[in-house]
């Protein structure tokens, strides 16, 4: 299905798909995303036996055990009318490749497909899907720039909509990253399985990062957000990543 052919999200309650690194990491992101998803009147659902969607599996090429975790997550979300992600990532397993891994299963092919046609990124949610950009929320001044993440930016299109949002947040900046759309080295197994040339890559991400001009770096992605922090850390860098909803929901916590 096409993206100018997917259902309208508007005045549906939204299913929370909180991704595992946010869920055992990051929790306070997820409560950023519910923050604002209520903020704006919507009605949010989280199904509790939600787990992994499977991405780790399928980029090994363990498609089996790929399989048998998006089923789990297909379950999950049976009765979801909308689902909304704060990862392009996942978002993007679920949208681009669910399909794609059930092609030969009709059964689970059809869930599949019905699944991608209503799962959102988050900042595209509110942008593409309620048109919604100035959220009225206040920071103080605050110079920010954007690390585009992967998946979401190569695969769903993402990068104008958080920036959008972004704007709208009085007190803010938005300044450039020198090549923000430049993978920052995770790229989930790939930083297992080929630490060195990850390493290379975060070092120039870093090198990046502490030459804008910026406060703070942004993104949609947490595991990115993992990477880039850890070396920005271990270079004794002031600077730091944060998740585009925790910056939104901090603008509306200080906007009170």
């Not at 498609?63 to 048998?68: E, L, T």
């Not at 992600?85 to 059930?102: I, K, N, Q, T, W």
């Not at 100035?134 to 930016?153: E, Q, S």
Request: proline share 5%; with cysteine.
């Amino acid at each position: 299905m096409t993206d100018d052919l997917r259902p309208s999200p508007m005045y549906k309650p939204v299913s929370l798909f909180v991704t595992c690194i946010i869920d055992m990491v990051y929790p306070q992101t997820g409560v950023s995303v519910v923050e604002i998803l209520d903020h704006l009147g919507v009605e949010v659902r989280f199904p509790a036996n939600q787990t992994c969607c499977g991405q780790p599996a399928f980029n090994a090429g363990f498609r089996a055990d790929a399989a048998g975790v998006a089923k789990q997550f297909l379950t999950a979300f049976a009765d979801a009318e909308v689902i909304v992600c704060p990862s392009g990532s996942c978002a993007s397993m679920v949208r681009h490749y669910y399909p794609e891994l059930f092609k030969d299963d009709p059964a689970w092919r059809d869930r599949a497909e019905w699944a991608a046609s209503i799962t959102w990124e988050f900042t595209e949610y509110l942008v593409d899907g309620l048109g919604i950009t100035d959220l009225g929320a206040k920071l103080p001044p605050t110079k920010i720039a954007f690390h585009d993440a992967c998946h979401g930016y190569r695969l769903m299109g993402l990068g104008d909509q958080a920036r959008a949002l972004a704007q709208q947040v009085e007190g803010v900046t938005v300044t450039n990253l020198t090549r923000a759309d430049q993978c920052c080295g995770f790229g989930g197994l790939f930083a297992v399985k080929m630490p060195e040339i990850s390493g290379a890559m975060l070092e120039d991400k870093v090198k990046h990062i502490n030459a804008a001009d910026a406060d703070m770096i942004v993104t949609g992605d947490a595991s990115c957000m993992t990477q880039m922090n850890g070396g920005l850390s271990r270079s004794n860098s002031a600077k730091r990543v944060m998740h585009i909803a925790d910056l939104l929901a901090q603008g509306l916590t200080h906007k009170e």
